[in-house]
């Protein structure tokens, strides 16, 4: 890649071969046609990384057109054209009047796009879970063309994002040293007597200025910065009240490198913890090393979470959510793929480049504590990609 | 509000209000019952403020129902009884694994609470195109319940959130205050040759610490920082490049005080600009004082935007997109109501409490300058919720 962190992300020979891949799933599927939402997989065909998916944007994949084409708003079109390898022809703006309006519908945009484009239009693949294919698209869609050409394509791409290119792994590697750096930054900022704001603005600060090689942009998701009885709130926002003495402090952050995340959590106690809260701590470092231990090709994500599941019950504990989930590119709302969970149920089987985040944590009453991992499975077993110690931090 | 910017944010009469409003506005719809997709509508009703709708999660309003029903997943819960004044009987947790598996799915759990919660089912509004009512939840729903018997509620109650109260103003203007701050802490940082992502760094960290009053979240969205030619492309995120000498620097940010977002953009030029360059920032500072000028009560948002168009033609200058539009509560992906815009076709008339952000910028070939001004509608006029000078900044 481009030393600052500019300029196309990834050779174009590499965008070919994922979309080839994508086309030749396609073809196996039976749909020639496929509308991407997700603003992860248009990033992971193209390499589009701009924040213009709060307003309408798709991209159509044609089996039988040889470049994807892109659809957005007309102020944005520029940044389609310096980011990605897409020709002029491949992008297709619609204009302003377009955008939150009453009166006109960027669907009808597209269905004279695709009716123009697309040499066949008899089987549409769309990803009906993505936040950005709203009820509302696939109805005006339904209003032009038959429902019964319309295939679910839902997670299709999110599939073959699981497993990382060595390239792609480089820059997950990027993104860990940068969340190195700023759990070193709020371990160091943490005290009694400051407000939880102050705190997460030092987070922000590193999350954002990166490290001299690496400079960060926003992670998909704001981070999670919870203070005594809030630790039982996992998705709660910080707030101006001060850090108290004899307390935990959970956060949880992902440095992020070009729309890769490589999420990391710790607790900081501020003071004596008591000795229960000790014996959670052990219980979850224990855990974790036993379940990263077992990361290998060939075990599956439910055996991974079983031996979590039984570490932690030998200490007397129990958890009922997962413990993790695959990451890579994301965009907002979630820096997870949605795809692979670390969970007993989950039956995928671990292969060389798929990327995952170990999230486990454990509650006492209303106080935890949150120590995870972020790795990348190799062919012995695991790169981790982050290096920050894994222990509960005692300040 | 509480001095520490946490707990329950407004009265509790002023969500009975609200949720009073709300059913009459159904009752006049025939709609007995409301299924709430969108995170700051959730909000508006409750004060729920969590990062919980990167999963699935909705609420019920049934018009036979006193309270409002979270439905959401398990770990959440114990947020919503510390942020709302929800009863425990309308908080209804889903087990962890309803959470991304191929296997369970919410939109089951939520059909079987519906169903022993709501006393009628006859005419059920959903909002079709709120980022999180997805294709897929409205299609499960679909497979439980008669289609004949679905409303569409989309921007129903956006639309109730356009006229403010005056405690909400009050956030509003405490939202500015941290925007001020963010851009005085941007224009003294900025300098030619320090990289995007540090200056970028600067503007985050004050956004999240705030002001020693006022501490910050989470804008809905990422800040813009363009440099150079990249000021031609509104939505690009920045970068490790370091910022040249004899450019513009555009910066589009917004302060964000429980959700209440006060944005703000200006243009830095780093040393002398152009004769043209110039010529462009005197057509948008006349432009924009004269569609502030013309902001009162019963003056439609299209009127406003027709001032600004004549202002700049004048100098010769035309733009297509919107100037401006509805702000208030925001989550990502976006911090704008998404009801009324500040453009020539929008018949809205303006009232007391209503806020927009209007954003007026013009571009000459590639390099752009931004201008911009929060603002609530009063009985004389207009408040402005940001008080930084109006003008192109050189430095």
Known sequence: ???????????????????????SEMERREMDT????????????TGYEAYSFYVFQIMIVHRDVSEPIWIGRSMDAVSVRRMTYLSDDSIRPYTD????????????????????ICPTLK???????????????????????????FLDAELLINWMRIRKSAAEVAILREAGQISNAIIADAVEAVQAGIRECDLTSVIYRRMIAGTPEYGGVYPSSAPYVLTGSRTGEPHAPWSDRT???????????????????APISRTVYLGSPPESYLRLADAVTEGIEAAL??????????????????????????????????????FPPTWGERT??????????????????????????????VLTQSFVVNEFGREDLTTFPRQLVIK
Chains 1, 2 share one sequence.
Not at 97 to 116: H, R, T
Not at 302 to 321: P, Y
């Open 1 to 23: 890649m481009s030393p600052t962190g500019d300029g196309i992300l990834f050779k174009t020979e590499e965008y070919a071969g994922r979309l080839a891949k994508l086309k």
């Open 34 to 45: 496929l509308l991407i939402s997700e603003p992860s997989n248009i990033c992971y065909l």
């Open 97 to 116: 009047d377009y955008v939150q309006s009453s009166e006109k519908d960027p669907v009808d945009f597209v269905v004279a796009e695709l009716k123009e």
């Open 123 to 149: 089987a549409i693949g769309v990803e009906t879970g993505s936040f950005y294919y709203t009820a509302r698209i696939h109805n005006r869609l339904l209003e032009s063309l038959p429902a019964n050409r």
């Open 243 to 261: 850090i108290d003495h004899d307390t935990p402090v959970n956060i949880e952050t992902s440095g992020c490198r070009r729309r890769y995340h």
């Open 293 to 330: 231990e077992a990361v290998r090709p060939g075990v599956t994500c439910g055996e991974v979470a079983q031996i979590w599941g039984k570490t932690i019950a030998r200490h007397g504990f129990h958890k009922d959510s997962r413990i993790g989930y695959s990451i890579g590119i994301g």
């Open 340 to 369: 692979a969970s670390l969970r007993e149920s989950d039956r995928t089987m671990l292969e060389p480049g798929m990327a995952f985040h170990m999230m486990p944590g454990l509650w006492l009453d209303d106080i935890g504590i």
